[in-house]
C-alpha cells in the first residue's frame, strides 16, 4: 500500500478546528440526509450510517436534521449574522470560523429533537429520551458527540450536544472508552507506530489492531496477504489505519 501526502486530507478522522483549516481541495461526495430534507446534505457515507442508527431506534420523526453540510459562502453567511444577532462572545462560543468548521467536511451533522420551533444553532437535544437513545447507539455506528461538556479548552468550542460527527468505527468507540476528544485521539494515536506496538481492539470476537504513520511524501507499507483495512488522514501530518484480524 502506498500512502502520499495527499491522503493526509482525506479520511473519516481528519480534525478541523481553528488549528487546522479544511484543505481548499478536500471535496465530498455528497447526498440528501433525507428526502424530506433536500437542503441537507452528508457525506455519502456519512449520510448512510446516520441513516442506519436513525431506523435502528426507530427515531425517523423524531429526532430531525438541523445543519449538514455547508459551503464556506454558507458559513461565513452564518458566522456574519451570528456576529451581528447573537454578538461576538456567542459567536466565537458556538459558530467556527469560515474554513474551520466541521460542517464543511459533511461528516457533522447537527440534531434536533422534533419540536415546532427548532433554534438553527443551538438545537434541543436532551440527554434523555430518544435523544439519549441515539447518543447512545451511535458509538457502534461511528459517531461520536463532538463537542462534550469539560473538553471546551481542547475542542476550542462550547459544550454542543447536538453536534455528532462521523469518525468511524472502532475510533467511535475508543474515543468513548478513552474520554477522548479528536484533537486529543489524534494525538493519543501517535504512540502506536507502524513499526512498533500496535493499538489492539476486540469486538464480538473480532480483533483489531490500529497504528499511526506519518507521511511526509510517500510512503510504502508492506500489509499482510488478504488483509481489510481502513486509512483514514488525520489532516496533521499523517494516517491512522485499522486493520481487520
Known amino acids: 500500500m502506498k500512502l502520499k501526502q ?26 440528501q440526509v433525507e428526502s424530506n430534507y433536500a437542503r441537507i446534505q452528508l457525506e ?19 429526532i430531525l436534521p438541523v445543519s449538514g453540510y455547508r ?7 452564518i458566522y456574519a449574522d451570528s456576529l451581528q444577532e447573537n454578538g461576538t462572545e456567542f459567536t466565537e462560543k458556538y459558530v467556527a470560523l469560515p474554513g474551520h468548521s466541521e460542517h464543511q467536511t459533511g461528516l457533522a451533522i447537527d440534531l434536533g429533537l422534533q419540536k ?21 447507539r451511535a458509538v457502534k455506528y461511528g459517531f461520536v458527540e463532538r463537542y462534550e461538556e469539560g473538553k471546551e479548552a481542547v475542542t476550542g468550542i462550547a459544550h454542543e ?40 481492539h476486540r469486538r464480538n470476537n473480532r480483533e483489531m489492531e490500529l497504528f499511526y504513520i506519518p507521511v511526509e511524501e510517500e ?3 508492506r500489509m499482510p496477504a488478504q488483509a481489510v483495512y481502513q486509512v483514514s488522514g488525520n489532516n496533521v501530518d499523517g494516517c491512522i489505519i485499522v486493520i481487520w484480524c
Open 6 to 31: 495527499d491522503d493526509i486530507y482525506k479520511g473519516s478522522l481528519i480534525l478541523v478546528n481553528a488549528s487546522y483549516p479544511v484543505r481548499p481541495e478536500y471535496l465530498p461526495e455528497l447526498v
Open 219 to 221: 510512503v510504502s507499507l
Open 161 to 200: 450536544s447536538w453536534h455528532f460527527r462521523y469518525v468511524g468505527y472502532p475510533h467511535s468507540e475508543i474515543m468513548k472508552e478513552q474520554d477522548l476528544a479528536l484533537e486529543e485521539y489524534i494525538g493519543y494515536m501517535k504512540q502506536f507506530s507502524f513499526d512498533g506496538s500496535h493499538l489492539r
Open 44 to 62: 455519502q457515507k456519512t449520510a448512510a450510517v446516520l441513516n442506519g442508527v436513525l431506523q435502528a431506534i426507530c427515531a425517523n420523526g423524531r
Open 71 to 77: 459551503t464556506m459562502e454558507e458559513q461565513k453567511a
Open 116 to 136: 415546532e420551533v427548532i433554534d438553527f444553532i443551538r438545537p434541543d437535544f436532551p440527554y434523555e429520551g430518544i435523544c439519549e437513545s441515539f447518543r447512545r
